[in-house]
Every structure is written in structure tokens, then in C-alpha cells.
């Protein structure tokens, strides 16, 4: 074969390892480098396999069970000065294994955003509730997560059978249920949740831009940044504001 097509076949993935056994034989240097790179990158995929089979070690435990309907929710915007939280809930279908999932933290904005579509696509169910910045100052961030969590659950087309939740205890539970800590980079369905809660929230921001456009929510998404907070002491502060949080609390009656 020449050497495109034998980098094409490469690249296939299809390749048997009579094929393989073959091509390490052929004296040519690019072929050579072929085979090099070609088995790098398996390193590279079976790595990715074994994390992924980690990443489904809970729901696994679950589906032994004979729970198949699995939520897994998470949060996004707890932290932030401004804007929503954002809580989601998604049911993954049995051993349908997303390559690149993980933890929305640890993923680029496009990477998210693929994620995002491809879960959309394929999940058993997905429910999306948005906690406003009034609740949030009425009830603090720690409650409006916990309600945001149960509304979550209710919304769901689908009953879940089992819960897996991101770090925060829900005790009213009535169903098998598991709070795990980095629970977004230990289980698969806990990560789908905070792909769709992270970027459903980051829109909502790039929206909040355009009604309040001196802060630059679209940039920093509410978070404390410097220049977040010298935009707040030359503004004052907006109504998205979460005006309980430090340093927002500051214009008090403001607001």
C-alpha cells in the first residue's frame, strides 16, 4: 500500500492486527512514523475507555440493582454575584457511553456545548430549573439549590428509580439515593447534569448582557471577577444582582 492509504486505514481505526503485525515490517521511515503515532493515540483512546468506565462505576451499581432510571443532578452558579442558579437533572440511557464526558469544569465552552446537544439528544430525560436572584436573597444560595434539586427531579418526564446528587444531601428522599463529593467528575450522570445546568446558565448571563450591558456578564457569567467589581462600584449594582451577597450588600436598599 502507499503510504496515504496506509494512513488512511490507520486513521480508520479498523485494523486488524495481522494488518498491524504487517506494516511494523515495512522498512519505510513514514510508515515507521505511522505506526508510532497510530499506537499513541490507542494509548490514548483505551485511557479515555477506562475513565469513561469509571465514570459509570455508580450507575453500574445501580443498573445491578435493577434501578435503570438513574437521575444524576448537579448545579451551576452558586458561587457568582449575579444571576441565577441553575439546577438540572438528566436521566442517561443504560450503558450509552458519551466520549469526552466529564465534569463541565473541566471542559472548554465548544466541548460543553457539544456535550450539551449530544445529551439533549440522547438522554432518557432532562429537566432545567432556573432559582432566581429573589429566592436566592429570600431563602440564601444553600436552600435555593436544595429546592432547585427537588423541583429538578419533579420535572423529570420519567420517575427516577435512583438519585446520584452533586455534594448536597437530599433527605427528603424517598427513593435510593447517594450525595457523592466531586460527584460531577465521579459519576456520568451527575456530569451530564452540569454540562446541561452550566451552559443553560451561561446563557442565561450572555442574555442578562444585553438588558445590563455595563457589568459584562457575558465574559465572567456573574462571577466575582476584578472587573466585574469595579463595574458594580462605578454602576451600583443591577436588579440581577444577588443583593445579599458581600459586596453587593453594601447598597443595602439600593437595590
Not at 56 to 72: F, I, M, N, R
Not at 89 to 114: C, H, M, W
Not at 125 to 150: F, H, K, L, P, R
Request: glycine fraction near 6%; aromatic fraction near 8%; include cysteine.
Amino acid at each position: 500500500m502507499k503510504v496515504n492509504q496506509i494512513s488512511t486505514l490507520l486513521a480508520s481505526g479498523n485494523v486488524s492486527a495481522e494488518i498491524l503485525a504487517s506494516l511494523r515490517l515495512d522498512p519505510r521511515i513514514a510508515v515507521t512514523r505511522l505506526i508510532e503515532k497510530y499506537f499513541r493515540q490507542q494509548v490514548v483512546v483505551e485511557k479515555e475507555k477506562a475513565r469513561l468506565e469509571q465514570l459509570y462505576e455508580y450507575e453500574k451499581s445501580y443498573y445491578q440493582q435493577g434501578y435503570h432510571k438513574v437521575a444524576g443532578i448537579d448545579e451551576a452558579g452558586r458561587g457568582p454575584l449575579a444571576g441565577p442558579v441553575v439546577v438540572a437533572a438528566v436521566i442517561l440511557p443504560v450503558n450509552y457511553f458519551f466520549p469526552g464526558l466529564n465534569d463541565s469544569k473541566k471542559l472548554t465552552a465548544k466541548q460543553r456545548e457539544n456535550l450539551f446537544h449530544e445529551i439533549t439528544e440522547n438522554a432518557l430525560a432532562i429537566s432545567c430549573v432556573e432559582v432566581s436572584v429573589e429566592t436566592i436573597d429570600t431563602i440564601n444560595i444553600y436552600q435555593a439549590t436544595i429546592s432547585g434539586m427537588y423541583q429538578s427531579l419533579k420535572e423529570l418526564a420519567l420517575a427516577p428509580e435512583a438519585v446520584l446528587i452533586d455534594a448536597v444531601p437530599l433527605k427528603e428522599l424517598t427513593i435510593p439515593n447517594e450525595s457523592l463529593i466531586k460527584g460531577d467528575q465521579r459519576s456520568a450522570s451527575i456530569a451530564a447534569a452540569s454540562i446541561i445546568a452550566k451552559v443553560t446558565r451561561d446563557r442565561r448571563m450572555d442574555e442578562l448582557e444585553g438588558v445590563y450591558p455595563h457589568y459584562g456578564f457575558s465574559q465572567h457569567k456573574g462571577y466575582g471577577t476584578k472587573e466585574h467589581l469595579a463595574a458594580i462600584e462605578k454602576y451600583g449594582p443591577c436588579p440581577a444582582h444577588r443583593k445579599t451577597f458581600s459586596p453587593i450588600n453594601r447598597w443595602g436598599g439600593l437595590l
